[in-house]
């Protein structure tokens, strides 16, 4: 496959105040194909967080090559989840499951997480979502084509926690995210900058003792032609936790 | 030392006291407008020159012949007054207009022919069409505001035969003022009036006052002022060195002695933190205080409800609180215009003025000397609230909401109601860590080092081991300086940050260009 795009990717994770690890999941798998990450919450316990990533992982190194899609891989990440009474009970581990192909696709799959945040040459631009019902829990999907100097952001649920106790209208919502991202946008942001700002953000909003884990995952994405012109190094980084 | 200015009501003087106070209050202004006139020319020279001019240098200007001449004026119980006066507004003028060229020669009395004068102009001017009906309008409007009106008449120290003083009824508890307005022709004959009282001055020693007939070349007035009034008084009742100077003015139909008076016992108690107080977005003010480093210890808003008199009821609280936390209190600048507070539309109306602030500021300037503290610094606070009070970055891009500040250097995320106060309560601590900057520029026959700011300069040899011999020379250079007038305010921060530091390496940082 010809490479289109150069892929960064960077994710990292505070513990929730007084924990020593953290419950919210995070790895990036590096492929023929292009790069996956997935985000998992561990609200409901990282034990289980971590069994469906390591689920999500083998399911992607055992059928990424044979082109299945992240969707397919949705769905049985949500499958394998608990339904009826235990559902109810909040016991369900939402996911981000993010794949960039360097053919220049982009693919998102979210599930009880806080919608991907999408920048093209550091703007927000607005994504179109379909979503889709499977055991009475809906999935969202989204698709997007990389163009100039993309970047799509993650976080966890926790990370909107962050501002609960400061006296503020809106909180640290997620559009208050976007407009951080916007203003902390230049362009030679790496996938690791927007990441780090996100978390120490969020653990300043907790005045330094976050309730919950503060997560955030970050792909940079540009196109090969540009880098040519510039003429940066192909390097992609991933950090698996 | 620090002054406060305790406003005194004469309390409903006779119709001759009134006209006596009336003829003294023209006769200085007279006078007072006569010596600007005199002295244009040369205080124009004066104003040619960069550096500040010293008021005594504009009181040597004051010749013999110059001084006799006032007489014609009536002016001799506050002669020696009006000099001090004539020689400080001078000054100012000079002052201002170093820092505006646009700045107006002083005027203290607009008489009629000055003001048919005046007032030609303006016509004139409006009829060339060089200025608008808006602008003719303003004028006019100033010269009839100004018309006649008299200047204050300054009595330029306290004491019991000449210029001022002040009286005490013990029995009582009255104050009265003894003011020298009349000189030797117009001298009132017989005792003063009202022979029942026993009036004791207030100075040291508490001398009762003689009522002996004869001239006498002063009234005595009663005065009449509020609770907080009475505690300084009786507080100089008991430190009659306190008073000092005063005024006496004329504000519609009543008559006050505004009296300069020292505030503070002089003992200053020593800091432990820095409590920054700035505007709050949504009215009143907020604080923090901070400890050593930089430590956020409390941070909080005070405002002041509809009934109370804003101003006074915030610096009374906020001088509590520096007292109790023991804080240098710091704050905004120039009342804090160019902070850049960010003010959503419906708190527009209730966001602290900077008019208000800028009062604040004058009513601290006593307020913590009183309570054994050391007066406020005010600090600059230009685009105050887009520095991140972590790292220090500085840009618009740090607003989230009107209410949300993220940094986009290092994330420190804060209310923005706070980050004005944090800033502030930070600088000192921040000053004291900033480094000097030396810029080291390599030449062909070894480095150049040098200070624009300082005026410092040094070439290092090109065989120069190191840098010691540099410092040895910063040294001396600073040493030099000791004891010089340093007219410039920045170097003169510089040169003592520098000559105080422990460590004189590391205050500096050396830039290689």
Known sequence: MKNIVKIDTYSACIPQFQEEFCKDRMKIIRNELGVTAILAGGENGGARANLLTSFAVRMMETMGGGGVSVAHIANMLVESQPSGRQAENGNNIGFTLILARFDGHIYVEQFGTPDVIFLRRGKPVTIKTAGRVLQGKTIRSTELTAKQADTVIAVGSGMLNAGADRNLKDGWSLRNIQTYMENAYHPGMSAEEPVRLLLAAGESLSFGRPKSDLSALAFRIEPSASLRRRGAPDVARQVVL | ?513
Not at chain 2, 7 to 24: E, G, T, V
Not at chain 2, 440 to 461: A, H, M, N, T, V
Not at chain 2, 466 to 490: A, H, V
Request: glycine letters at 8%; one cysteine or more.
């Open chain 2, 1 to 513: 030392m620090t002054y406060k200015t305790l406003m005194l009501q004469i309390y409903k003087p006779s119709r001759h006291k009134r006209d006596l106070m009336d003829a003294a209050l023209l006769r200085y202004s007279q006078a007072l407008q006569f010596l600007l006139d005199r002295y244009e020319k040369e205080i124009g020279i004066l104003c040619e020159t960069e550096a500040p001019v010293p008021q005594h240098r504009i009181l040597k200007m004051i010749d013999k012949e110059t001084s006799e001449s006032l007489n014609q004026f009536g002016v001799q119980p506050f002669k020696d007054s009006l000099k001090l006066d004539f020689a400080a507004t001078a000054a100012t003028y000079l002052a201002q207009k170093q820092k505006n060229s646009r700045t107006g020669y002083p005027l203290a009395f607009l008489d009629a022919p000055r003001y048919s004068l005046a007032m030609e102009e303006c016509i004139g001017l409006f009829d060339t069409g060089d200025i608008g009906t808006q602008g003719l309008e303003h004028r006019c409007s100033k010269l009839v505001g100004k018309a006649g009106k008299p200047r204050s008449v300054y009595f330029g120290r306290y004491a019991r035969e000449r210029d001022y003083c002040l009286l005490y009824d013990e029995f009582k508890d009255r104050f009265y003022a003894k003011l020298y307005l009349l000189n030797r022709k117009d001298s009132i004959s017989g005792e003063y009036g009202n022979s029942g009282l026993s009036l004791k001055y207030v100075c040291e020693g508490s001398y009762y006052m003689n009522n002996l007939p004869g001239q006498r070349r002063y009234i005595v007035v009663p005065l009449a002022f509020g609770k907080k009034q009475l505690a300084d008084l009786k507080q100089a009742l008991q430190q009659p060195r306190l008073l000092h100077s005063a005024r006496l003015v004329k504000k519609g139909n009543k008559y006050y002695l505004m009296i300069y008076m020292e505030c503070g016992s002089g003992i200053v108690d020593e800091t432990v933190t820095t409590m920054g107080v700035a505007r709050n977005a949504r009215g009143g003010l907020s604080y923090t205080v901070c400890g050593e480093g930089g430590a956020v210890l409390e941070n909080n808003s005070i405002s002041a409800s509809v009934n109370q008199n804003t101003v006074f009821y915030l610096s009374n609280r906020i001088a509590e609180i520096a007292v109790k936390n023991g804080s240098q209190v710091i704050l905004e600048a120039n009342g804090g215009a160019n902070d850049r507070i960010p003010v959503s539309a419906e708190d527009a109306q209730h966001c602290f003025s900077v008019r208000d602030y800028a009062s604040l500021v004058k009513t601290l300037k006593y307020k913590l000397p009183e309570k054994g503290l050391p007066p406020p610094i005010e600090v600059s606070a230009n685009s105050l609230f887009l520095t991140c009070p972590r790292c220090g970055t500085r840009t618009r891009r740090n607003r989230v909401t009107d209410e949300l500040f993220v940094c986009i250097h290092c994330g420190c995320a804060t209310e923005f109601e706070w980050v004005g106060s944090e800033n502030l309560a930070k600088k000192l601590d921040r000053y004291r860590k900033d480094k000097v900057p030396i810029t080291i520029i390599k030449k062909e026959d070894g480095f150049l080092c040098r200070s624009q700011l300082l005026g410092f300069q040094y070439r290092l040899p090109p065989g120069a081991a190191d840098d010691t011999s540099l410092f040895d020379e910063l040294s001396r250079f600073l040493e030099g300086l000791r004891g010089t007038y340093i007219y410039d305010p920045k170097k003169y921060a510089v040169w003592k940050k520098l000559s105080q530091a422990a460590n004189l390496r590391e205050s500096v940082h050396l830039i290689l260009k």
